[in-house]
């Protein structure tokens, strides 16, 4: 998979050279590339964003570099997410289904937000990661990059995807390591017992307990 990121801020993705996004990209399972919308800019001081028509607060980012930007590293087949507040709940079934396009392309919005214009060329499917604002899409667009390359296969272990939360429509049972006994607390017999059907029986009964009292919307209650 290749993911384009179109931002004002390049160096915020920075924070996705760490860790198991970096192996990933070190094995060639995906590939991330930063643009910077300011490099597309036709103005003298590089400026990308204008007064709103209508008038009120804040600034919106220009169309003419984002469209530039945008048809730069476009394909036949690209996928364009929009990041916002106005969008498309975000879950763990979107990012399964996100895992296996070919090619990504996100927008970052800032400020008050994008020429709708631009939207509209972008042909943008807008997700949002939540009922809360934020002053940019970047942190949005990491949050969803994260997510969907652990749905790339390759990426992480397969079983741990197999038991993790959401995977079976409930949330994930309690983890300990050791060591066994930490400040008078100790880690659940069953654990300890070698016995992997108690273990297993265990934990969907913890896992039946934390969804039901945490989140009974999962439960259909
Ligand atoms: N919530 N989910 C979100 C956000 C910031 C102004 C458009 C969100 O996805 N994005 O809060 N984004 C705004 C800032 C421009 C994006």
Known sequence: ???DILTLFPEMFDALNYSIIKRGMENNLFEINVINIRDFSKDV????DDYP???????????QPIVDA???VN???AKVIYTSPKGKKFNQSLSKDLAKEEHLIILCGHYEG?????LEILNADEISIGDYVLTGGELPAMVIIDSLVRNIKGVINENSLQEESFSN???EYPQYTRPEVFENKKVPDVLLSGHHKNIQIWREEQSKIITKKRRP???GE
């Open 70 to 72: 945008f048809r730069s």
């Open 1 to 3: 998979m290749k993911i």
């Open 53 to 63: 028509y209508g008038g009120g607060a804040g600034m919106v980012m220009m169309a």
């Open 217 to 219: 919307d999962l439960l």
């Open 114 to 118: 994008v020429d709708e214009r631009a």
């Open 169 to 171: 429509g409930m949330l």
């Open 75 to 77: 394909t036949e087949n």
């Open 45 to 48: 001081h590089k400026k990308c």
